[in-house]
């Protein structure tokens, strides 16, 4: 009699291992989904972050391109306005 009784409680025993075993591999993956979730919108906003840093950047030396382009037209186009200038006063 005792020898089915200590049966019957290893055989609960292992079940309640079993279950154990089950209910924290749910709660780790559950863990490591909620991880990875929080990692892929770390990364989204670094991309982000990036992506305007650049926009930024290359848009500023457009800018000064396109300036620089600008002021050397200028500087030509009033070069030869003033030799036009000197050649109707002459």
């Given at each position: 009699?005792?020898?089915?009784?200590?049966?019957?409680?290893?055989?609960?025993?292992?079940?309640?291992?079993k279950?154990?075993?089950?209910?924290?591999?749910?709660?780790?993956?559950k863990?490591?989904?909620?991880?990875?979730?929080?990692?892929?919108?770390?990364?989204?906003?670094?991309?982000?972050?990036?992506?305007?840093?650049?926009?930024?950047?290359?848009?500023?030396?457009?800018?000064?391109?396109?300036?620089?382009?600008n002021?050397?037209?200028?500087?030509?186009?009033?070069?030869?306005i003033?030799?036009?200038?000197?050649?109707?006063?002459c």
């Open positions: 009699m005792v020898c089915v009784q200590a049966r019957r409680a290893l055989r609960a025993l292992k079940g309640l291992v279950l154990q075993a089950l209910v924290r591999g749910h709660n780790v993956r863990q490591a989904k909620m991880t990875l979730r929080c990692m892929q919108a770390l990364v989204r906003v670094q991309a982000r972050v990036l992506d305007q840093r650049m926009r930024l950047s290359h848009e500023g030396s457009r800018e000064s391109a396109f300036s620089d382009t002021s050397v037209f200028e500087s030509r186009y009033l070069q030869e003033s030799e036009r200038k000197s050649m109707v006063l």
